[in-house]
């Protein structure tokens, strides 16, 4: 085991991407489950605070101390196996997404989830249930959790396999691997039926695995990993549309997005069916021009879509190409995929919109002020201009891209002073708001960290947060996990 103590040796373990700053007394990088129990258990005596610690990718300060100690997941990074016959992997969870999916894809399989930082670790995205583009088409990471290895404030490990321990309504048991032996009682409020990531995953009959997904390391220590993997598909298309209208984008994309249901409902696999469904606005292009000239300069916003086929790609193009003609798009102004490399190329376009934003906001030292919010399909683009309205009014520059197949959006403001981010963060608030009343949520993919704690009040109410609180001092006695996360401290 190594530990750090040295102010000057743990700077990178106290900060994340959202630009969220910190402070510890001591970094702890653990080599074995055996040693993250031994801290752990010798913390829970001393009653002091413990933050996991990932790679550093997040965007909600869930990673960043407030005090006491971080154990750092980086060394526990091993591939234990892929299974190309009952599909599935098992990893640790200091291993790199993009590790787990070149490995996986070297057999011939798929690990579908697809955050858009692919130095994420996978313990992370299942801390926080991420996502990414092709959850349009596949779910977030929860789809894909099979069983877990966790250890416990008291050093205790817990083992859950879906499909083993279901809740009795809304009474839940667990049963550790010394025996002991801990009944939960779950909250009872009604989550939101949009993609969302805020607060525990609690309902009724719920199988037990799905409360730990998504607990952003308040809960326990996830020290072991079985995902599902899926058969890579044949092939898949792979284009940038270009339009020389916002609307006519918007309206493109709502149509691909309805006719995708639609070809899901009834099984076929000769129509439109968009595994990645994503939108970039007007400044998100100017954003990008610098890296990348070829954006057609007439462009107002632009469409990525990804669909995987077998042998009919000749045919989906075709439907896709016409739709883009519907809604008066022009053949030259589309990036069609025709290689690997064309389609690695599509993947970072839209993969560096968000390292811009980042590098901005770090360069300029403000904490990131960036949505994660989804709302009904049904209320997307109303909603969508009016957050648009909002920010133009307040004269803040700005980016708007994301998830948008899943009425989920990345609306960035880009404060140059102090008091344009003063400003930046009432909007955030009110935008927040909007899409909690609309019957959304606040953070689709993201988590809420320690930066969105308010917002969980918002959306569910003072007395759903408490029994959210109660059912993590139920399993953490003492309080010591994740300090700040989900929950402002006591």
Same mark, same amino acid.
């Given at each position: ?87 599935? !992997? @098992? ?8 590790? $787990?999916?070149?490995?996986? #894809?070297? *057999?011939?399989? =798929?690990? /579908? ?94 199988? !037990? @695995? ?8 308040? $809960?326990?220590?996830?020290? #072991?990993? *079985?995902?599902? =993997?899926? /058969? ?105 995929? $025709?290689?690997?490399?064309? #389609? ?147």
């Amino acid at each position: 085991m190594i530990i750090k103590t040295k102010q000057d040796e743990i700077q990178n373990y106290l900060i994340d991407a959202s630009n969220t700053k910190g402070f510890c007394d001591a970094v702890y990088i653990p080599e074995n489950v055996f040693e993250v129990a031994e801290v752990i258990k010798e913390a829970n005596e001393k009653k002091q605070s413990v933050t996991i610690s990932g790679n550093g990718t997040g965007l909600t300060g869930a990673r960043v101390p407030q005090g006491g100690i971080v154990i750092s997941t980086e060394k526990l990074n091993k591939i234990i196996e892929i299974n190309t016959k009952e599909y599935f !992997a @098992i990893v640790e969870p200091g291993v790199l997404l993009s590790e $787990l999916q070149d490995a996986v #894809k070297s *057999k011939g399989l =798929l690990y /579908p989830p697809d955050p858009t930082e692919p130095n994420c670790f996978i313990g992370g995205t299942v801390a926080t249930n991420a996502s990414g583009a092709r959850t349009f088409k596949y779910g977030p990471t929860r789809d894909y959790v099979e069983e877990l290895e966790i250890i416990l404030p008291g050093g205790d490990f817990l083992n859950l396999n879906r499909g083993e321990n279901f809740a009795d309504d809304l009474s839940l048991s667990l049963k550790t691997s010394s025996g002991k032996d801990i009944k939960l009682t779950l909250p009872d409020y009604e989550m939101p039926k949009t993609k969302n990531a805020s607060g525990y995953f609690c309902k009724r009959n719920m199988d !037990a @695995i799905d409360l730990f997904i998504g607990s952003e390391g308040t $809960l326990g220590v996830i020290t #072991k990993i *079985k995902s599902k =993997l899926l /058969p890579m598909p044949a092939e898949v298309i792979s284009c940038i549309l270009f339009f020389e209208s916002e609307k006519s984008a918007l309206n493109f994309l709502t149509k691909a997005r309805d006719k995708s249901y639609r070809t899901r409902a009834v099984n076929k696999n000769d129509s439109i069916d968009a595994a990645a469904l994503e939108f970039f606005d007007e400044n998100s292009l100017n954003f990008l021009v610098n890296d990348y000239s070829n954006i057609p300069p007439n462009a107002k916003a632009a469409v990525w879509f990804e669909q995987q086929c077998k042998e009919n790609e000749d045919i989906l193009l075709e439907q896709w190409t016409d739709l883009f003609l519907e809604y008066g798009g022009k053949e030259e102004d589309a990036w069609f995929a $025709l290689t690997e490399k064309d #389609k690695e190329n599509i993947i970072g376009f839209r993969h560096t919109i968000s390292t811009n934003v980042n590098e901005y906001i770090t360069l300029n030292n403000f904490r990131k002020l960036g949505t994660d919010v989804a709302v009904p399909d049904e209320k997307l683009i109303d909603f969508y201009y009016a957050i648009k309205k909002d920010v133009e009014e307040k004269k803040l520059d700005y980016v708007i891209y994301g998830h948008l197949g899943n009425s989920h959006l990345h609306l960035n403001m880009l404060p140059k002073t102090e008091e344009e981010f003063t400003v930046g963060k009432l909007l955030y608030k009110n935008i927040c708001n909007r899409a909690i009343n609309l019957g959304g949520t606040f953070s689709a993919e993201h988590g809420v960290g320690k930066n969105k704690t308010e917002y969980l009040v918002e959306m569910y109410g003072q007395e759903n947060v408490n029994k959210m609180r109660m059912l993590k001092k139920t399993l953490d006695p003492n309080y010591i996990l994740g300090v700040g996360n989900i929950f402002e401290k006591e």
